[in-house]
């Protein structure tokens, strides 16, 4: 079975500084990694997901995320936020069985100060 | 248009009453799943369906819960004598065969009272 872990509920910052949301994962076998965003009053978005290859994953509206094997993790940066960033964030694991569920952290809500 | 479709947005009920949500998956898409979000919870999954087919029901928390996709197309998750505890935003997701993405739709939101 597989479990996604969002360390933080929720996590302010003020606008234009740079962010990071930690997400660990736990599987026994191997996974597809994902962030879907939330915006308030709106349905879940993807913003990235790891499949293969390289371990920094670029995203939209600036975001990346970098996949750390050895470390069972997949945190989600942006360099500088804007009020617009205001949103839940979802890290999310999927086995590589192509059609199986999503497993999806508790989520993180990125409050951002002006 | 051309995403993930759900309706209704938002739908209020007594407790012990029977609801239908339905999902309009993007044209084309085989595969469907439902997910249940719980108010400060990330979505919790319910039921895959791989065409007309449940292939994974194992998220369906008892028997009040059941779905269907008679024509590979649009489902229906029926829930039966509701619960104050089913209260949430029920989502549904579609993919198609030769992508690793699910498409969510923007959810229908269940209050039993």
């Known amino acids: 079975a597989q479990s996604v872990t969002q360390l933080d509920s929720q996590v302010p910052v003020f606008e234009e500084a740079p962010v990071e949301l930690r997400c660990n994962y736990s599987s026994s076998v191997s996974v597809y990694l994902f962030w879907y965003v939330q915006y308030p009053n709106q349905g879940l978005q993807l913003l990235l997901k790891y499949l293969s290859g390289s371990t920094l994953v670029k995203g939209i509206n600036g975001f990346e995320a970098e996949f750390n094997k050895s470390q069972t993790s997949f945190h989600l940066r942006k360099p500088s936020v804007h009020i617009s960033d205001t949103a839940e964030y979802f890290c999310a694991v999927r086995t590589m069985n192509r059609d199986d569920k999503i497993i999806f952290g508790k989520g993180t809500r990125l409050h951002i100060l002006p | 248009g051309a995403g993930v479709s759900q309706t209704p947005s938002n739908k209020v009920t007594e407790k012990g009453k029977y609801v239908e949500l339905r999902c309009d998956p993007i044209?084309?898409?085989?595969?469907l799943y439902w997910y249940r979000q719980s108010l400060g919870q990330g979505p919790e999954f319910l039921i895959y369906?791989?065409?007309?087919?449940?292939?994974?029901d194992s998220g369906l928390p008892n028997d009040r819960f059941f779905a269907v996709r008679p024509e590979g197309s649009v489902s229906t998750l029926k829930i039966q004598r509701t619960e104050r505890g089913d209260s949430a935003v029920y989502l549904c997701a579609s993919s198609g065969t030769r992508t690793d993405t699910q498409y969510f739709g923007p959810g229908t939101r269940l209050t039993v009272l």
């Open positions: 369906f791989q065409g007309t087919g449940a292939a994974d």
């Open positions: 044209s084309g898409h085989t595969a």
